[in-house]
Every structure is written in C-alpha cells, then in structure tokens.
Nanobody
Framework: QVQLVESGGGLVQAGGSLRLSCATSGRTFSSYAMGWFRQAPGKEREYVARISRSGGHTYYADSIKGRFTISRDNAKNTVYLQMNSLKTEDTAVYYC?????????????????WGQGTQVTVST
C-alpha cells in the first residue's frame, strides 16, 4: 500500500511559478513510476508528466512541455513538479499517482495509487 500526499498548490499570477510536491509513505517508493495528472472543472483528468522508477526517464504532455519539469528524490520518497510560465489554462486540481511499472503510463487507468490532489489557480 502506498499513500500519496500532494502539497504546494496555490494561487499564482500568469507567468509565475509553483513547485508541487508529492510525499509518499512506505519503503518501496523506488519501485514505482510516478505521474502527475490534472483535472479542471468540467473536464476529464489529463495527463501532465511521468517519471521512471529510477528518475532517469521523464515524459511530458505536449501542452506543458518546456514549462514543467518532473523530478524525484528516492531518498526522500518524494516526487516534484516544477511549473514555470504558468498560464490560466493550467488552473486545475493536480494529482500525483504511482504505478509499479518501470516507466509509468500516460493513462490514468494504469495507476494503482492516487493522492487527494492540490489546487492550482492561475490568475490573469
């Protein structure tokens, strides 16, 4: 069992930055690929980024490529999402998720564990 707790969300002006963190419980964090997803009101959950178990491989959705960076610290059992040049369309609840696959997946259905989400609001 893995428990995930996101933090770092908030209100930021367009063009600003935020760093989300996802702290996990358990001693097997490095056994899981991690992903970030987001869900805006009235929309489906959307893939954002994922990182392999070792952290050696990262993958991004086209909509955020070049602006967001996913990383992980296996010693701290934490995955991060650095978000720069934020846009109003980035406003959503952001979720981290874990899956016991080497490289993860861009499909939300593949993930076994989810956090409760953290709200990110980007204002004009």
């Amino acid at each position: 069992q893995v428990q995930l707790v996101e933090s770092g969300g908030g209100l930021v002006q367009a063009g600003g930055s935020l760093r989300l963190s996802c702290a996990t419980s358990g001693r097997t964090f490095s056994s899981y690929a991690m992903g970030w997803f987001r869900q805006a009101p009235g929309k489906e959950r959307e893939y954002v980024a994922r990182i392999s178990r070792s952290g050696g491989h990262t993958y991004y959705a086209d909509s955020i490529k070049g602006r967001f960076t996913i990383s992980r610290d296996n010693a701290k059992n934490t995955v991060y999402l650095q978000m720069n040049s934020l846009k109003t369309e980035d406003t959503a609840v952001y979720y981290c998720a874990a899956v016991s696959r080497t490289a993860g997946s861009s499909s939300a259905r593949a993930y076994d564990y989810w956090g409760q989400g953290t709200q990110v609001t980007v204002s004009t």
